[in-house]
């Protein structure tokens, strides 16, 4: 990606995969989402590893073209939106703790939410460290009303120090009867693992006067161009009195303050499917092979019981 510049890139027109949705909710639980992928290039074995969850943790697949995936096992129970990276020939998988399922289903009706960022290794996507906290509650704006909340951790380096951008805090969304993530911010550190300091104030948040962003911030995952970063944000909007969230495409020349350049990937019939007719969550971009997929998912509508939230691919191919 770093050899792309930021218009040529803004220019590439992408498209849905005809066979989406590639991952569909299993039977046990109503949504299978957040989706972190490594290519060949970044994996010790030369397959596609795509890292999710469900309600009961996050789950690995494996695939050898990128869109036909198997389950391969559970990495960690209490735990949801993975971010899995490949530095110096070590795996490591961040994500976000929680309490158990039932706990997590009771914060609908009251129980206080608690979760942390937490992150294990591995030298073969086979045996996996005791997880260990990385991130936990340090600024006032990451607890509100409906607990604490520290989600959807994303690793880039910049500057030489490692980045950790996250979400925190927590706005109810009504008609879906549950929250969704309030800010973005981001926490440094010169360690990979330990020692992040967080900023004092988010980097982003809600906005009532912003169509595409005037409920919560949703996450967000920054990549780097040649001449600048990228953001690619799900935020959460209000219209005609439903909520819905797209993917957003934003600029940067520091990582730090995003500028909006436009909706990247908006809900949408597809076909007779309403798999993502309502809702499209966080991503994942990838490049191989000369052509960009972005991993998504998405959720059909926003009723607590009938929702159903599956995994897509959006790739664009690149002409030589």
Not at 77 to 89: E, L, Q, S, T, V
Not at 216 to 241: F, M, P, T
Request: proline share 4%; hydrophobic share 35%.
């Amino acid at each position: 990606m770093k050899n792309i510049l930021f218009d040529d890139f803004n220019k590439l027109e992408f498209n849905l995969y005809k066979k989406n949705p590639i991952i569909k909710n299993p039977l046990s639980s109503f949504v299978i989402a957040d989706p972190s992928v490594l290519t060949p290039e970044e994996s010790h074995d030369g397959l596609w590893h795509l890292f999710c969850h469900t309600f009961f943790g996050v789950y690995m697949y494996d695939s050898e073209d990128g869109v036909k995936f198997k389950k391969i096992k559970k990495i960690v129970k209490h735990a949801m939106r993975p971010n899995i990276n490949f530095i110096d020939g070590k795996y490591y998988l961040f994500y976000e703790k929680t309490k158990s399922p039932i706990e997590n289903a009771l914060s609908t009706i009251g129980l206080k939410w608690k979760s942390e960022i937490y992150c294990t290794e591995s030298s073969d996507l086979k045996s996996w460290s005791k997880p260990y906290l990385v991130l936990g509650n340090t600024r006032d704006y990451e607890v509100d009303e409906h607990g604490q909340a520290l989600s959807n951790p994303f690793l880039i380096k910049i500057n030489d120090k490692n980045r950790l951008y996250y979400s925190c805090g927590q706005t109810f969304i009504k008609d879906c009867g549950f929250c969704e993530p309030r800010y973005i911010s981001f926490a440094e550190s010169e360690k990979i693992s330990s020692e992040y300091v967080s900023l004092e104030e988010p980097i982003i948040k809600p906005d009532k006067s912003l169509e595409h962003l005037n409920l919560c911030s949703g996450c967000l995952k920054v990549y780097r161009l040649k001449d600048c970063y990228i953001g690619l944000q799900n935020g959460l909007y209000e219209k005609n009195g439903k909520s819905h969230s797209a993917i957003m495409l934003l600029k940067s020349e520091d990582g730090v303050n995003f500028e909006y350049v436009k909706q990247f990937l908006v809900p949408q019939l597809c076909g007779e499917s309403k798999w993502m007719a309502q809702y499209v969550y966080a991503c994942c971009l990838t490049y191989h092979n000369n052509k960009f997929r972005l991993y998504f998912n998405a959720r059909n509508v926003s009723n607590n019981l009938l929702g159903r939230e599956s995994i897509g691919v959006f790739e664009c191919e690149i002409k030589q």
